[in-house]
């Protein structure tokens, strides 16, 4: 299974990125898809998280900001991100949890995943 990620960069505070995130493979289902964030000298933390049912969790911090969405026939998991402040700056990251794969006639698993991380930066 890989995960693929895109859409970091560069903004001004205020401004928008959105983020998308593709697994590919054998995958038979995914149960969660999340993005967390790691900032220089701190802890890796969850920023949101959605189930295969639309259920979703947010950061205090990016509550009325932030979007998560899924694409469950692709595979794929969108973090918009409006309004960005300087303290949003860090590398984000995307998890595939309780990931089955087809095997055989049968499913593996579960698997967790990660993906190798797309930077923002918002500066002006």
């Known amino acids: 299974v890989d995960l693929v990620e895109s859409g970091g960069g560069l903004v001004q505070p205020g401004g928008s990125l959105r983020l998308s995130c593709a697994a590919s493979g054998s995958i038979f289902s995914i149960d969660v898809m999340g993005w967390y964030r790691q900032a220089p000298g701190k802890q890796r933390e969850l920023v949101a998280a959605v189930t295969s049912t639309g259920s979703t969790n947010y950061a205090d911090s990016v509550k009325g900001r932030f979007t998560i969405s899924r694409d469950n026939a692709k595979n794929t998991v969108y973090l918009q991100m409006n309004s960005l402040k300087p303290e949003d700056t860090a590398v984000y990251y995307c998890?595939?949890?309780?990931?089955?794969?087809?095997?055989?006639?049968?499913?593996?698993?579960?698997?967790?995943?990660w993906g190798q991380g797309t930077q923002v930066t918002v500066s002006s």
């Open positions: 998890n595939v949890d309780s990931l089955f794969v087809v095997a055989g006639l049968g499913t593996r698993g579960p698997y967790d995943y």
